[in-house]
C-alpha cells in the first residue's frame, strides 16, 4: 500500500524541520480516542426519501432514516520532534448503520432496508501543539482509506410503481480503496505525569464516488447475481473527537 503525501502535510513537515532546535530529543508519543460526524451521503439520502415518496404515494405511512453520522475510534503513535512539534501513524475506524421499515398486517406489506457503511483509514499525522495557549493543537493528515457499503432489502406485498407485490430480496455489497486527506483544531493537555488528554475538531475528506460492487437478488423462486455501481457515495464530513494518551516525560 503506498500513500502520497498532500501538499499541506508536506508543508507543515519541512516548518517543523526548520524549526527544530538542533538539541531537541526525540520523544515518543500515543493517543487513543472516540468520536463521530456527519457523512454526505446525499445521493444516498435521495435514494432513500425516494423510497418513502413513492410508498407514501402509494397509502403507505412510511418515514425513513436518512445516512446521518458515523461513530467510531482511532488511534496515533509517533514522537515529538520538539516539545512543541509532533509526527506519527495513526489509524481510524467509523461505522454507520440504519434500518428502514414498513410493516403492516391490514394490508399485508413488508418493506425493510439495512443500511452498512464502514470505512477504515491508515496514515500519517503532524501537528504543532501550542503550550502557552492552553494546550491549542493545529493538524494535518493523509491516509489511505478503505470503504465497505453493504445494503439488505426485502419487500412483500408492497404494490407500486417498481415493486408488484411480490417476494424480493436483494443485497449487495462494494468496496473502493482511494486516499483521504483531513485537518483539525483541539485542545491536547499533558500533565507531570506524561498522561495526555484532548478534543479534537475536524473535517475529513473520503468522497469514494461510484463504488463497484455486487449483488444478489431471490424472488422467492431462484438466485440472480449481478454486478454493478453503488450511487455515489461521499464518507467526508465535519467530527468531533474526545481523546486520552501519553507523552514520555522528558
Given at each position: 500500500m503506498?500513500?502520497?503525501?498532500?501538499p499541506?502535510l508536506v508543508?507543515?513537515?519541512?516548518?517543523?524541520a526548520?524549526t527544530?532546535?538542533a538539541?531537541?530529543?526525540?520523544?515518543?508519543?500515543?493517543?487513543?480516542d472516540?468520536?463521530?460526524?456527519?457523512?454526505?451521503m446525499?445521493?444516498?439520502?435521495?435514494s432513500?426519501?425516494?423510497?418513502q415518496?413513492?410508498l407514501?404515494a402509494a397509502?403507505?405511512?412510511?418515514?425513513?432514516?436518512k445516512?446521518?453520522?458515523?461513530?467510531?475510534?482511532?488511534a496515533?503513535a509517533?514522537?515529538?520532534?520538539?516539545?512543541?512539534v509532533?509526527v506519527?501513524?495513526?489509524y481510524?475506524?467509523?461505522?454507520?448503520?440504519?434500518?428502514?421499515?414498513?410493516?403492516?398486517?391490514?394490508?399485508?406489506i413488508?418493506?425493510?432496508?439495512?443500511?452498512?457503511m464502514?470505512?477504515s483509514?491508515?496514515?500519517?499525522?503532524?501537528?504543532?501543539?501550542?503550550?502557552?495557549l492552553?494546550?491549542?493543537?493545529?493538524g494535518?493528515n493523509?491516509a489511505q482509506?478503505r470503504?465497505?457499503?453493504?445494503?439488505?432489502r426485502?419487500?412483500?406485498?408492497?404494490?407500486?410503481e417498481?415493486?408488484?407485490?411480490s417476494?424480493?430480496?436483494?443485497?449487495?455489497?462494494?468496496?473502493?480503496?482511494?486516499?483521504?486527506y483531513g485537518a483539525?483544531?483541539?485542545?491536547?493537555?499533558t500533565?507531570?505525569?506524561?498522561?495526555?488528554?484532548?478534543?479534537?475538531?475536524g473535517?475529513?475528506?473520503r468522497?469514494?464516488?461510484?463504488?463497484?460492487?455486487?449483488?444478489?437478488?431471490?424472488?422467492?423462486?431462484?438466485?440472480?447475481?449481478g454486478t454493478?455501481?453503488t450511487?455515489w457515495?461521499?464518507?467526508?464530513?465535519?467530527?468531533?473527537?474526545?481523546?486520552?494518551g501519553?507523552?514520555?516525560?522528558?
Open positions: 503506498s500513500i502520497r503525501c498532500h499541506a508543508s507543515l513537515l519541512l516548518v517543523c526548520l527544530a532546535p538539541a531537541a530529543r526525540v520523544s515518543p508519543f500515543v493517543r487513543l472516540f468520536g463521530g460526524g456527519d457523512l454526505r446525499t445521493d444516498v439520502d435521495k432513500i426519501t425516494a423510497n415518496t413513492e407514501q397509502g403507505y405511512p412510511a418515514r425513513f432514516q445516512a446521518g453520522s458515523a461513530y467510531g475510534p482511532s496515533a509517533g514522537v515529538w520532534l520538539t516539545p512543541a509532533r506519527g501513524a495513526t481510524s475506524y467509523q461505522k454507520a448503520r440504519h434500518s428502514n421499515q414498513l410493516l403492516s398486517t391490514d394490508p399485508a413488508y418493506y425493510v432496508q439495512n443500511l452498512d464502514r470505512m483509514e491508515v496514515g500519517v499525522e503532524a501537528a504543532v501543539r501550542f503550550d502557552r492552553q494546550g491549542l493543537i493545529l494535518v493523509v482509506g470503504a465497505e457499503a453493504s445494503e439488505d426485502s419487500t412483500e406485498g408492497l404494490i407500486t417498481h415493486l408488484d407485490g417476494m424480493l430480496d436483494v443485497s449487495m455489497t462494494a468496496k473502493r480503496t482511494k486516499p483521504t483539525f483544531i483541539g485542545i491536547d493537555q500533565n507531570v505525569d506524561g498522561v495526555a488528554g484532548y478534543i479534537r475538531a473535517f475529513q475528506y468522497d469514494m464516488g461510484h463504488m463497484p460492487g455486487s449483488s444478489s437478488t431471490f424472488n422467492g423462486v431462484t438466485t440472480t447475481p454493478g455501481d450511487v457515495m461521499d464518507f467526508s464530513g465535519f467530527y468531533l473527537k474526545v481523546g486520552v501519553f507523552d514520555r516525560v522528558r
